[in-house]
């Protein structure tokens, strides 16, 4: 098997959830997805799992984080700066929340922070290596 990830989250309306990770481009894998659970693809790779609150609870006893904050932000690869744009854009309409933080805009990368329905922190980037200013990149 290759390596993967699975992003579990806890969500309070699960149906409502699929259809904002939807919006923004995930695919549902309905082999992986129940009344309780629902398997969003992003990649062959990445994968998030959205849980109802009962089903998390099955998994852990740590509390669920309010809405209001954030343990962990995740980036999503966009192929183009009009990508982030229409993610963003699909975010807000889906029931979730846009720019939650600052534009960045480094001319060889861009990106759009959102919220999904239960205050899950995603960041929309598009990033071209090839225009990293040579002082810029890890080495």
Not at 15 to 33: D, L, R, V, W
Not at 45 to 70: C, D, E, G
Request: charged share 20%.
């Amino acid at each position: 098997m290759s390596k993967t990830i699975f992003v579990s989250l806890p969500v309070t309306d699960l149906k409502a959830s699929m259809t904002f990770y939807e919006s923004i481009g995930f695919k549902n894998n309905p082999q992986f997805t129940d009344e309780t659970a629902a398997c969003m693809v992003w990649s062959e790779a990445i994968n998030f799992m959205l849980l109802t609150h009962a089903k998390w609870r099955t998994f852990t006893n740590r509390p669920i984080p309010p809405k209001t904050s954030s343990e962990v932000m995740l980036a999503l690869s966009c192929d183009s700066r009009d990508a982030v744009d229409a993610m963003s854009r699909a975010a807000a309409a889906n029931g979730g929340i846009a720019d939650i933080n600052p534009i960045e805009d480094h001319d060889f990368m861009y990106t759009r922070d959102l919220a999904d329905p239960d205050g899950h922190a995603l960041g929309a980037m598009w990033m071209d290596m090839s225009a990293i200013p040579s002082g810029d990149k890890a080495g």
